[in-house]
C-alpha cells in the first residue's frame, strides 16, 4: 500500500472540516479544566508512583546493583535510539492552536517508520554490545526491550489528542492499569527467580497495555493524508521540543556510568535517579502537562500570565521542597531499613539527587511556561546547558569514585538555578521580588520541617528505629502541612474561585 502525501493545507496552518475535539485547545472555562486535570494528573503520577514505588521496593531487596545496572544499560540504551524518532511531534499537536487530520496522520506515520526503521540497529548490534560489555545477556536483553520502542511511537498521537482535550482521566487510567499489570509481572517473575528478566518485562508490558487504553479513548485511527505542509506546519516547534525531549531521555549519564565505571556502579546511580523520577513524578510531573496545555490556552493573553505563572511556582515548590529535603534528611536510616544494606553504598547518591529534585521544582514552572508559549527553542538551551555540564562532570571525576561525581552535578545544578527566573523573567515580565515571593511559603514551611525532623532522634532516644523514622515522618509532615496552608490561605482562596468561576458558567 502506498501512502498518499497531501498538501491542500494552507500555509497559515488552516484546518479542514474534522471532529470537535481536533479543531482548537479548549479555552472555555479554562481555569476549573486546568485544577480539574491537575487533579487527573495527580491521580495519575500518584498510581504510578505507588505501583512503582512497591515494585521498586520488592525488586530492590530481591536483587542487586548489577542486575539493575545491566538492566538500566539496555534501557539507556534503547531510550538513546529512540531520540532519533519524531515522538515529540506529538507536544507539537497539543500546542498548535489549530490542528487538521493531515497533522495527526503525519505525525503518526512518521513515528511509526522510524520506529521500525530504528529497531533494526538495535537488533543487529545486540550481539556486539554484549561482546563490548562482557554481558551475554544483552544479546538478547536489547532486542527484546527495544520492542518498547515501536510500540510506543503507535501511542504519540493517541495521547497527543487526550492531553490536548485535557482528558487527564484517561492518562490516569492508562498508568494505572498499565503499571498495576507490568508491575505484577514484574513481581511474580522477580520472585519465582527469573532475575533481570522480571526488570525487563515490566516497561514492555506497561507500554502494550498502555498503547491498547490510549488508542480506545482518543477514539482517532489514522488515515493515510500525509502533508508536506503539515510537517511544516509542526517543524520549527517539533524540533526544539524534541532536542528537549532528548536531553531529558537520552540517557548518555548512564551509558558513559555503564561503559566507564561498570553495572554495579551504575545500579548504584540508578538507584538514586529512580527515587529522584519517582518523587518527582509524583509531585511536579503531575503539574507539567496541565501547566503547559494551561499557558498554551493564554499563549494570546500576555496579560494575563503573571498570576498564573507564579500560582504555578508555587504549587510545584509546595508539592517538591518537602519531599526532597525529607528525602536528604532521612536517607540515612530510611534507606538501608527500606531497601536493604546492599544499598547503604548509594545513600550520597539519593541524597544528591534529593538536593537535584528539590531545584527542579522551579524547573516545572518555567519548562511548562516556555512550551506552551511556543518557545521551546529557549528552554531547550537550558536543558542543553544543563545536560552538557553534567555529561563533563561524569567525564572528568569518575575516575575519582561516584560520590565526586554526584556533588559535581549537584554544583552544576546549583550553578544554573537562576536561570529559571531569568527566562520567566523574559517571557513575561515577572521581578524578582514577585518570583521571590512566590516561594516564600514552600522555602519557610520545608525549613521548619527539616528542624522537626532533626530534632525528633535527639529528644526519643528511647525509640526503635521503625518507630522513630514513621514519627519523623508524621511529625514533619504534619509541621509542613500547618504551616503551609498558613502561608498560602490566599492561593488556595484563588484556586477555590477558579472552581467556582467554571461552575457558573457551565
Known amino acids: 500500500m502506498t501512502l498518499a502525501v497531501d498538501d491542500r493545507l494552507t500555509d497559515t496552518g488552516a484546518a479542514v472540516e474534522q471532529p470537535a475535539q481536533f479543531r482548537a485547545l479548549a479555552t472555555a472555562n479554562r481555569g476549573r479544566k486546568a485544577i480539574f486535570g491537575l487533579l487527573w494528573s495527580i491521580l495519575n503520577t500518584g498510581s504510578a508512583t505507588i505501583i512503582a514505588a512497591i515494585v521498586f521496593v520488592i525488586t530492590s531487596r530481591l536483587l542487586g546493583p548489577v542486575e539493575f545496572g545491566i538492566v538500566a544499560l539496555a534501557v539507556s540504551m534503547v531510550t538513546f535510539v529512540s531520540c532519533a524518532t519524531p515522538a515529540s511531534f506529538g507536544e507539537a499537536i497539543i500546542q498548535r492552536a489549530q490542528i487538521a487530520e493531515e497533522h495527526l496522520d503525519t505525525v503518526f506515520w512518521m513515528c511509526v517508520i ?14 556486539t554490545v554484549a561482546d563490548y560489555t562482557g554481558e551475554p545477556v544483552l544479546a538478547v536483553l536489547l532486542p527484546f526491550i527495544g520492542l518498547k520502542l515501536v510500540i510506543d511511537l503507535f501511542a504519540v498521537v493517541p495521547q497527543a489528542l487526550v492531553v490536548r482535550a485535557m482528558q487527564f ?19 511474580a517473575m522477580a520472585l519465582a527467580g527469573y532475575g533481570l528478566w522480571a526488570l525487563a518485562m515490566a516497561p514492555v508490558i506497561t507500554s502494550v497495555v498502555s498503547t491498547a487504553i490510549l488508542v480506545v479513548a482518543a477514539r482517532w485511527r489514522p488515515g493515510f493524508r500525509i502533508s508536506k505542509t503539515a510537517a511544516r506546519d509542526l517543524m520549527r516547534f517539533g524540533l526544539f521540543s524534541s532536542g528537549n525531549r532528548i536531553l531529558n531521555v537520552i540517557s548518555l549519564d548512564k551509558i558513559l ?22 518523587l518527582s513524578g509524583l509531585t511536579s510531573g503531575a503539574l507539567y502537562p496541565v501547566a503547559t496545555v494551561f499557558f498554551a490556552a493564554i499563549q494570546k493573553e500576555p496579560g494575563k500570565q503573571v498570576r498564573p505563572f507564579a500560582l504555578v511556582t508555587c504549587a510545584s515548590a509546595l508539592a517538591t521542597f518537602p519531599i526532597s529535603a525529607g528525602l536528604f534528611v532521612l536517607a540515612d536510616t530510611a534507606i538501608p531499613m527500606i531497601l536493604g544494606n546492599q544499598w547503604q553504598s548509594a545513600i550520597l547518591t539519593i541524597q544528591a539527587f534529593a538536593v537535584i ?84 511559603a514552600p522555602v519557610v514551611a520545608t525549613i521548619a520541617m527539616c528542624i522537626v525532623l532533626v530534632v525528633l532522634p535527639l529528644v526519643l532516644t528511647a525509640t526503635s528505629a521503625v518507630m522513630l523514622l514513621v514519627t519523623q515522618i508524621g511529625a514533619g509532615a504534619l509541621t509542613y502541612a500547618i504551616i503551609a496552608f498558613a502561608m498560602s490561605r490566599a492561593e488556595i482562596a484563588e484556586i477555590r474561585q477558579a472552581m467556582a468561576n467554571g461552575k457558573s458558567h457551565e
Open 114 to 127: 522510524s520506529g521500525v526503521v530504528l529497531y533494526l540497529p538495535i537488533l543487529l548490534l545486540a550481539g
Open 169 to 187: 482521566k484517561y492518562i490516569a487510567a492508562r498508568t494505572a492499569i498499565g503499571n498495576s499489570i507490568g508491575g505484577a509481572v514484574c513481581i
Open 257 to 278: 556510568l555503564g561503559f566507564l565505571a561498570g553495572p554495579a556502579v551504575l545500579g548504584l546511580y540508578f538507584l538514586g535517579k529512580r527515587l529522584h523520577d519517582l
Open 357 to 440: 529534585g528539590f531545584l527542579a521544582g522551579l524547573q516545572v514552572s518555567t519548562g511548562s511556561l516556555a512550551v506552551g508559549l511556543g518557545r521551546a527553542d529557549i528552554w531547550f538551551v537550558f536543558d542543553l546547558v544543563l545536560y552538557a555540564l553534567t555529561l563533563a562532570v561524569i567525564i572528568l571525576f569518575i575516575g575519582q569514585g561516584l560520590d565526586t561525581v554526584m556533588i559535581g552535578i549537584v554544583i552544576v545544578n546549583v550553578a544554573v538555578a537562576p536561570g529559571c527566573f531569568i527566562i520567566a523573567h523574559k517571557l513575561i515580565g515577572i521581578t524578582l521580588a514577585q518570583y521571590a515571593k512566590t516561594l516564600m
